[in-house]
């Protein structure tokens, strides 16, 4: 999404520096086996940069990213009762992103984002049987990420653009021990790794106003989330490995052509391993 925002209107001559601001909320279904049913709320917001270019653009800068969430997991079992628990969670960090755009259409573009992110847990439903202490733990550690990509704007006419992609995500977050209830638990670092192949089809109405359709495939290929208990006895992982598929409709907005400001308003769907719908809104203003 900050990608997007940085990238959303077009450089004046003799480059310039823009800021911009994305913000998305929704709701998730992630199947792991059982699942988890997430709600929240993100932002990013950065400073980025056009230096003039004989041939083609370039677009970078640092940027800031926030997201605040509230989660249920519900763990169904063949030989006992389902267990349910809720939490909250939190990220703040930054980092910095870039893009190329040649003249002929192609373009490569890549980001690294580090920070913190905390996660409070709890559950009513796993008690200690003698203490009748219940599960709860509430952690924060460092996350990592970085993505890279690739893809073609094909100009179809002045007013038709499509734009083809492939791109790579990776996400690291530390691992962690604590107790949960009256057990000793670890959890290993885990790792995402993700794939994106999509399309992306805009039209000019006019130079205020630009409609977009859009849809895309990832995979994820880890996801698994380690943890062991008691001197190394392991339990059972979920499991986020499988494809989504994506869709998305949104909307271009320039109120002044001449103000330097532009929003753009969409709506993502998302089903497969990952079920769910989010809203974004994306602001930039250039000086």
């Avoid at 199947?31 to 950065?46: E, K, Q, R, T, Y």
């Avoid at 267990?83 to 870039?98: F, K, R």
């Avoid at 373009?107 to 219940?134: M, Q």
Wanted: include cysteine; charged fraction near 25%.
């Amino acid at each position: 999404e900050g990608m997007r925002a940085a990238m959303n209107s077009d450089p004046l001559p003799g480059g310039r520096m823009s800021a911009y601001m994305a913000a998305s909320g929704g709701w998730s279904r992630y199947n792991s086996g059982s699942h988890v049913d997430v709600s929240g709320a993100s932002i990013i917001a950065g400073l980025a940069w056009k230096p003039e270019l004989s041939r083609g653009r370039i677009t970078f800068g640092p940027f800031f990213e926030a997201g605040w969430g509230s989660y249920n997991t519900d763990n169904s079992f063949s030989n006992a009762a389902d267990v349910e628990g809720d939490g909250t969670t939190e990220y703040y960090g930054g980092g910095l992103l870039g893009r190329y755009d040649a003249s002929c259409g192609g373009y490569v573009e890549a980001s690294f984002r580090i920070g913190g992110v905390r996660n409070d847990y709890d559950s009513d439903d796993l008690r200690d049987p003698l203490t009748g202490r219940k599960a709860d733990y509430d952690k924060t550690r460092t996350y990592y990420g970085a993505h890279a990509g690739l893809g073609y704007v094909w100009s179809i006419s002045e007013q038709a653009a499509l734009d083809m992609y492939a791109k790579y995500f990776w996400t690291h977050q530390e691992g962690f021990s604590t107790d949960v209830g009256e057990d000793p638990y670890t959890f290993d670092d885990a790792d995402s790794h993700r794939l994106r192949g999509g399309a992306r089809f805009s039209y000019a109405v006019n130079e205020q106003v630009v409609p977009y359709i859009g849809a895309a495939y990832e995979h994820e290929f880890d996801g698994k989330i380690k943890a062991s208990t008691h001197g190394g006895y392991k339990v059972d992982r979920p499991d986020l490995d499988g494809g989504t598929g994506m869709g998305e409709l949104g909307l271009t907005v320039k109120p002044d052509q001449y103000s330097g400001l532009s929003m753009d308003l969409g709506v993502q769907g998302y089903v497969g391993v990952r079920e769910g719908v989010t809203g974004s809104l994306r602001l930039k203003y250039e000086f």
